[in-house]
């Protein structure tokens, strides 16, 4: 937290009244904390004591963490992020050689017990303030004549005042204990800036593969209602227009050239669907998987296409609807720009990761950074967190590599 930050919470805490909600709030949360520091303050005083409450602290440091954390959610409102399940190993050497748990040690042996002992002044002053702001109630009290009503009787102004001064000031020194105890948890019992880094970096990761997962089934969604809605209207369409203009002979002429022009506009719909159908999500993909689909981009190209594709690994469907659109593009592109006799596309599985290599005998000199499709292709492949490289000299060849992880 900021300084300007410290500054505003101790500005408010003086303009709190003793008997606020929060005073109360501080005031328990510190004395919370006590219990916990007993056990390090009587090995402080009884040095036979030390190395057991050491032992003790070491091997009970996520517990000891956990009742911490507890502590500040129950009484305090404050959340310190536990550590990643793959950052707290079980045994105790993983644990040892854990920054995480030489943090938690350093809080529970020395800064939890010191900030403990501000605690206890802070209710020491609570209870002092109170006893000597009310002065004048209890003295009367006292047995008349005896020499503690008379000693006291002769200061009991500037004890009142004292006792003023102490009930003012322990809302203040309650409000810094508390942040205080906030910011040392939150620094020693919490990640770390470069593991929240972290942590944030693989919650983004998730996130990403979730997303893309999203928009791939929803293309999907898509794909399955045109090809099963709209594509079946207008193929029942065109067969009645087919079946009309085979049996209506008596028609004028004119009446029978409507009907063939859109006979032809029916079928030339279907075959524009079935085109845009295929491009969001093949059916053969998810039926028969990766090659089968490969092959029929390789079948419809329009220049003669090699492929050899060896997958031993089990692949994502998304990483596989990513791959396939690659390699359909790559083609496109090899058949627009590259004026090549022939393309050669491997796709092969290895260590978890797909690789994809695209090699055609064309003039070379392609560009991602001129605005071609390789710029579409290297965010796709980004997408699902992999790498595309190009080398294409001028005069050729071009290779188009691409990695992809098998699994998201």
């Known amino acids: 937290m900021p300084s300007t930050t410290l500054r505003r919470a101790l500005v408010r805490s003086l303009r709190r009244p ?3 909600a929060e005073v109360w709030r501080d005031t328990r949360f510190i004395a919370a904390g006590i219990p916990m520091a007993l056990p390090v303050w009587l090995a402080v005083t009884e040095s036979k004591l030390l190395f057991p409450v050491l032992s003790v602290v070491l091997l009970c440091a996520r517990p000891l963490t956990a009742a911490q954390r507890g502590r500040l959610r129950a009484l305090y409102g404050v959340e310190v992020p536990p550590p990643r399940p793959g950052d707290a190993p079980t045994w105790l050497l993983g644990r040892l050689r854990l920054v995480l748990t030489w943090r938690q040690t350093v809080y529970h042996l020395a800064v939890g017990p010191v900030l403990a002992l501000g605690s206890v002044a802070v209710l020491y002053a609570w209870g002092a303030g ?8 209890w003295i009367w009290l006292m047995p008349v004549g005896t020499s503690l009503r008379l000693d006291l009787t002769g200061y009991d102004v500037l004890l009142t005042l004292a006792g003023v001064l102490l009930l003012a000031a322990a809302p203040w020194l309650a409000a810094l204990t508390a942040w205080l105890e906030v910011r040392a948890a ?5 990640p770390n800036r470069a593991e929240q880094l972290e942590q944030r970096v693989e919650e983004i990761a998730e996130s990403r593969a979730g997303l893309v997962d999203a928009v791939d089934a929803e293309r999907r969604r898509i794909e399955r209602d045109l090809h099963d809605g709209a594509q079946q ?16 002979k008596d028609v004028p002429p004119e009446v029978m050239q409507v009907i063939v022009d859109a006979h032809e506009e029916a079928q030339a719909a279907i075959d524009e669907l ?13 039926d028969r998987g990766l090659d ?14 090699r492929l050899d594709v060896d997958l031993s690994a089990p692949i994502a469907p998304t990483v596989e609807a990513v791959a396939y659109f690659t390699v359909s593009e790559a083609l496109t592109n090899v058949a627009k720009h590259a004026r090549a006799k022939q393309v050669e596309v491997s796709v092969r599985t290895a260590g978890g990761r797909l690789r994809l290599i695209i090699s055609d005998d064309g003039v070379g000199g392609a560009d991602p950074s001129r605005g071609t499709g390789l710029t579409g292709l290297r965010k796709r492949a980004a997408s699902v967190d992999g790498t595309l490289s190009v080398l294409s000299p001028l005069g050729g060849p071009t290779t188009i590599t691409v990695e992809l992880p098998c699994a998201l």
């Open 292 to 305: 089968a689909a490969l092959s029929g981009i390789a079948a419809r190209a329009p220049l003669p296409v």
């Open 274 to 286: 079935r085109d845009l159908v295929r491009g969001l999500h093949p059916a053969v993909l998810e």
């Open 186 to 190: 939150q620094l020693l019992l919490g």
């Open 130 to 137: 109170l006893v000597l702001a009310t002065v004048y109630a």
């Open 18 to 20: 003793p008997w606020s």
């Open 233 to 248: 209207r207008l193929t029942s369409l065109a067969m009645n227009l087919g079946l009309a203009r085979r049996t209506l």
